[in-house]
């Protein structure tokens, strides 16, 4: 094995240790009662914690791999805009929604938004949460398989194309 390979065999070692322990540390931490300590930080997360967790989130791959190939096919001036439509539409939802979502939450007692949409509309039937959930399933497949794909190496035939892009 080369010294490379070790390295970054280490790397990924440390970083799985540093990770299962700060798991283990953390789940003796909190009272663990509930699905809302598990999920939701028993809602003590502060908003800078919860934004960027947010973020991370929605944006994980498209912010990665989608707007740099976006600025490479069309320039970096669609990129920018691009870039300036979804700040400003991220600073539009933290501003309007998040914070009324974020009450409602707590008075439903609800977890997640398929959950939300059940309890404040009192759909006891749960038509709502799964009408939510068959939406989410058809448009996070094709989410996670761009993911997926944008993940894996390069084929000869694409690097030919790339090196010989104007």
Known sequence: MLSGQAGILAAIVIYLVAMVYVGFYFSKQGSGDSADDFYLGGRKLGPFVTAMSAEASDMSSWLLMGLPGVA???????????????????????????????????????????????????????????????????????????????????????????????
């Open 72 to 166: 490479y096919l069309t320039g970096i001036a669609d990129a920018g805009w691009t870039a300036i439509g979804l700040g400003l539409g991220t600073y539009l939802n933290w501003l309007i929604v998040a914070q009324r979502l974020r009450r409602y939450s707590v008075v439903c007692n609800a977890i997640t938004i398929p959950d939300f949409l059940s309890r404040r509309y009192h759909d006891h039937k749960n038509i709502l949460m799964c009408i939510s959930a068959i939406i989410i399933l058809i448009f996070f497949i094709p989410y996670t398989a761009s993911g997926f794909k944008a993940s894996e190496p390069c084929s000869p035939a694409c690097l030919a194309w790339i090196t010989t892009w104007p």
